[in-house]
Each structure stands twice: as C-alpha cells, then as structure tokens.
C-alpha cells in the first residue's frame, strides 16, 4: 500500500436547505492515522463519503494529493480509496470470498473474470482479517463482527491509498478492536476513521478531528482536542482526562449526579 494526503477544504454540504456540514477543514497526512470524533448525527458519516467522492461537497472542495477529488473518474478513485461503510448491506446471497473479491473489480480490464493473484489477494485479506477458513461461508450466514471484518478485507484488497471506515468497531469484541486499530495505526496507508470510544481513538490515532453539530470544533492532538471542558461542552457528560506513566491518555466518566464532578460539569456546559 502507499499513501495520499487527503485535504478538505472548507467544505459543506446541505440537504435541501438543510446544512449538514459547515466550513469542515481536515487533513490527514501520508501514512497517518486520524480519528473523526462527535455525537450523533454530528456529521462524521457525511464527511467521510465527501472524503471518499460518493458526494459532492456544497462549497469548498476535497483534495487527494492535490488533485480535485471531483474530476476523478470513478474507477480512479476506487483504485485510490476504499471505505469501510457503517452498514453492509445484509440481504447479498454471497460468499465472504466473493464479497472480498468485489474489492478488486476496479483493477480488472473490462469483461475479465476473476484471477488467480486475485483469489490469493482475497484469501490473505481474509486471514489479516482474522477470517481464515472463512472463505466458503454465505454472507447472511455470518455475525454482525465477521461482517464488519469481511468488509475490511473488501477494502484492504483494493489496496488503497486512502482507506475510510466509519465506525468500524461498533460490531467488535474488545480483542477485534484492539487489533483492528493497532493493524490501522501501523498501516502505511492513510487512515481516517470515525469512533465512538474517546479512549481507543486518543490510544491509536495521531491526530483528532471533533465534530459538533456539522462545524469542526477541535483538530490536533488526542490531548489537544480531548479536555474535559470540550468533552463537556460537546458531548454532555463529565469527563476527567488523566496521562499514564506511558503518556497515554486515559478518559474515565462522571456519572449523573456524581457530586465529585458535578460542579466542574455544570461550569463547562453553561
Ligand atoms: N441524506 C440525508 N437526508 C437528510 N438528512 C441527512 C442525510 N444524511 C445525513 N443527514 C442528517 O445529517 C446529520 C449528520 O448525519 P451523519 O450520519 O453524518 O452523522 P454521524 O455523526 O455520522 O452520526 P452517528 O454517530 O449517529 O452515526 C444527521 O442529523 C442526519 O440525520
């Protein structure tokens, strides 16, 4: 795999007279790993399908390596990008194999069939997604995690530059997520990834972006953009944010009505 910048200039989006985005701006570096953060409905899943060029931005524009997204072809884009979607389609009469094959279609000339370094791409795909032996099993037949790491390895053989996942954890067991974020933050290929778990995105991301109400509210560092006062003011919880002995950061959360924080909380909100 290589690597691309990927930059979002500005950009907004609307449905009808409805504005979803506003003035979002983000980059991800070559080879980086950056963690797309923020409530529900705060905007993450339609950044990341601006990002990928499934739709076209507003105003502003999105740029891989300096190059329009919008004037790619989309055969180009899917030999650059690939996106994990939050929900695969669940009624495809398909083997794990196949669906993984799927991710190659871009690279094939026209009209040709399946190749043989195809099926090999496919199967190891498999494996790194844990999915050895899986080849075979009907996709209605797997769990909501094997489908989410079926759909991985739909993506890691399109070798992308660019590789999008919007919450690709949520189906996971603590094992799964773990190795996923590790295998993302060691990728060489650039990653932008939304997440529901402060904690998880501080530990393996190298740079944050918070969404709030389809506006950025915080880039930067996990430390520089997960304080307790934002996590406060844009997700409503009390939250305190402590340093390892590692550097790392840990985030551990008031409860409702814990006098402790409470005082701190009700300051950050108002
Ligand atoms: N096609 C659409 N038509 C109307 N509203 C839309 C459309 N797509 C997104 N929205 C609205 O835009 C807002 C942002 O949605 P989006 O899915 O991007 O949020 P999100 O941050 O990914 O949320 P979640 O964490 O719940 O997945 C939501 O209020 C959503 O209802």
Same mark, same amino acid.
């Given at each position: 795999?290589?690597?691309?910048?990927?930059?979002?200039?500005?950009?907004?989006?609307?449905?009808?007279?409805? /504005?979803?985005?506003? &003035?979002?701006?983000?980059?991800?570096?070559?080879?980086? +790993?950056?963690?797309?953060?923020?409530?529900?409905?705060?905007?993450?899943?339609?950044?990341?399908?601006?990002?990928?060029?499934?739709?076209?931005?507003?105003?502003?524009?999105?740029?891989?390596?300096?190059?329009?997204?919008?004037?790619?072809?989309?055969?180009?884009?899917?030999?650059?990008?690939?996106?994990?979607?939050?929900?695969?389609?669940? *009624?495809?009469?398909?083997?794990?194999?196949?669906?993984?094959?799927?991710?190659?279609?871009?690279?094939?000339?026209?009209?040709?069939?399946?190749?043989? /370094? *195809?099926?090999?791409?496919?199967?190891?795909?498999?494996?790194?997604?844990?999915?050895?032996?899986?080849?075979?099993?009907?996709?209605?037949?797997?769990?909501?995690?094997?489908?989410?790491?079926?759909?991985?390895?739909?993506?890691?053989?399109?070798?992308?530059?660019?590789?999008?996942?919007?919450?690709?954890?949520?189906?996971?067991?603590?094992?799964?997520?773990? &190795?996923?974020?590790?295998?993302?933050?060691?990728?060489?290929?650039?990653?932008?990834? +939304?997440?529901? *778990?402060?904690?998880?995105?501080?530990?393996?991301?190298?740079?944050?972006?918070?969404?709030?109400?389809?506006?950025?509210?915080?880039?930067?560092?996990?430390?520089?953009?997960?304080? /307790?006062?934002?996590?406060?003011?844009?997700? &409503?919880?009390?939250?305190?944010?402590?340093?390892?002995?590692?550097?790392?950061?840990?985030?551990?959360?008031?409860?409702?009505?814990?006098?402790?924080?409470?005082?701190?909380? &009700?300051?950050?909100?108002?």
């Amino acid at each position: 795999m290589t690597a691309a910048r990927v930059h979002a200039d500005r950009v907004g989006w609307r449905v009808g007279a409805v /504005p979803i985005l506003a &003035e979002v701006a983000l980059t991800a570096a070559p080879g980086t +790993t950056v963690g797309l953060l923020g409530p529900n409905g705060s905007g993450k899943s339609s950044l990341l399908r601006l990002l990928a060029g499934l739709t076209r931005p507003d105003s502003g524009e999105v740029l891989l390596d300096d190059v329009v997204l919008g004037t790619l072809r989309p055969r180009a884009l899917a030999r650059r990008i690939a996106m994990v979607a939050q929900q695969a389609a669940t *009624d495809v009469d398909m083997s794990a194999l196949e669906v993984v094959l799927l991710g190659r279609i871009p690279f094939r000339p026209r009209l040709a069939g399946v190749s043989a /370094p *195809d099926v090999e791409l496919a199967r190891n795909a498999l494996a790194e997604a844990g999915l050895a032996g899986f080849e075979r099993r009907r996709w209605s037949s797997l769990s909501g995690g094997e489908r989410q790491r079926v759909d991985l390895a739909r993506a890691l053989v399109q070798e992308p530059d660019l590789l999008l996942l919007d919450e690709p954890t949520n189906h996971l067991d603590i094992k799964h997520q773990l &190795e996923l974020l590790h295998f993302l933050a060691s990728s060489p290929t650039t990653v932008v990834v +939304t997440l529901h *778990d402060l904690d998880l995105a501080a530990q393996y991301c190298d740079r944050l972006v918070l969404l709030h109400s389809g506006r950025v509210v915080a880039a930067g560092s996990p430390a520089e953009v997960l304080t /307790p006062d934002r996590i406060a003011q844009v997700y &409503e919880v009390r939250a305190d944010v402590d340093t390892t002995p590692d550097g790392r950061l840990r985030i551990s959360y008031g409860r409702p009505g814990d006098e402790a924080t409470a005082g701190r909380w &009700e300051k950050a909100v108002s």
